[in-house]
């Protein structure tokens, strides 16, 4: 999230203002323990609860296998419940509890603001991946990734858009009992449409090439053909570039948009 205003410093100022930021929002992460445990065990146990669907397709015929599959899937809850909707409960507290509005007095600028706030979530779902795949590798033998060059770069698009999108929902929730009800759209369409709970390469070829086009759908994609080694040139292209896309449309929305104040 850049291109904001405000802030003063060279880039080593910048760091130390956003680790000290990081940390204080850590600590106050870590005293919502709905919040991390949501985050940490739903991306573990969803999966599991859609094993039978999985069973159920004909993956084969997609060039998939069950442990890759679970793998992508354990890879996009932590996109919604790792990084999403913690960082929209995240933003809505703090600004209700007037936290935002009193970091803006400061030399702080916006976007290390958004950003400072994001990065304890990000680096959860950095570390959650980690383990996930590791974990998935030794118990569901899903293999060494046929194209690693890609997983990376499927993550961090999958987090940014997620953080992105989080700071735009935080925009018009207004408490942080509500975010659960508007977290919800985004959640229910990247579950069922980017390819998370059911491949998209198993949905029929039109809705699939919409699908494709949804937030999540490019790091879904690009995550699972670094598993799979089935992702062409050109399809790594596109997947990239709608993920720059939607970060893109995302922060130009959180610019205009981010309420910093509670609403009255």
Known sequence: MVGFG????GPGVVRRRLGALARAELALLGRNRGVVVTALAVPLLLPFSVRP???????KKHGLTVGTTMLTAAIGFSFLFAVYTSLVNAYVARREEL??????????SDA???????????ALGLAQALVLCAGCVAVLHTGAPRAPYLILP???????????LAALTASFTGTVESGQVTAL???VLSMVGSGITIPTEALPDRLAAVCQLL???????????GWTGQLGTGEVLG?????LAWIILAVFAVRRRFRWEPRR
């Open 185 to 187: 759209p985004l959640m």
């Open 215 to 225: 937030p999540l759908s490019p790091a879904i994609r690009l995550f699972r053909g």
């Open 53 to 59: 669907a999985f069973d159920r397709l004909d993956l």
């Open 99 to 108: 936290v935002l509005k009193r970091l803006r007095t400061g030399e702080l």
């Open 6 to 9: 405000g802030g003063s410093g």
């Open 239 to 243: 997947a990239l570039a709608t993920a």
């Open 112 to 122: 290390e603001i958004l950003t400072g706030t994001a990065l304890p979530a990000l």
């Open 154 to 164: 499927g993550l961090v698009a999958g987090y940014l858009v997620s953080a992105a």
